[in-house]
């Protein structure tokens, strides 16, 4: 199973960005899919994630400025930023947990998508 995550850039502070990730491989399903970062020198911290249903659940830091979608026909999650602060740069990863077979379940991360917010 494969993570594949895109979608960030340089976004001066304010903008938007959206964030895509998709899970491929050999998957029976899809269960909580989600979005953490990384800013250099601090530790990888929850931004939000989803369950199967769409229920998100977000940290304080993107309440009211980031919103969570995901497709489970394409095993993808998706993230609309708004409202960017310099404070929201990071290396965001994408993260799932994966049923394998009816028995099995893997948690999985992306490979990292850097996002960078100039003042």
């Known amino acids: 199973v494969q993570l594949q995550a895109s979608g960030g850039g340089l976004v001066q502070a304010g903008g938007s960005l959206t964030l895509s990730c998709a899970a491929s491989g050999d998957i029976f399903r899809v269960n909580s899919m989600g979005w953490y970062r990384q800013a250099p020198g601090q530790q990888r911290e929850l931004v939000v994630t989803v369950a199967r249903d769409g229920s998100p659940n977000y940290a304080d830091s993107a309440k009211g400025r980031f919103t969570v979608s995901r497709d489970n026909t394409k095993n993808s999650v998706y993230l609309q930023m708004d409202s960017l602060k310099p404070e929201d740069t990071a290396v965001y990863y994408c993260?799932?947990?994966?049923?394998?077979?009816?028995?099995?379940?893997?948690?999985?991360w992306g490979q990292g998508t850097q996002v960078t917010v100039s003042s």
């Open positions: 993260n799932a947990e994966v049923m394998v077979s009816k028995n099995y379940q893997y948690e999985y």
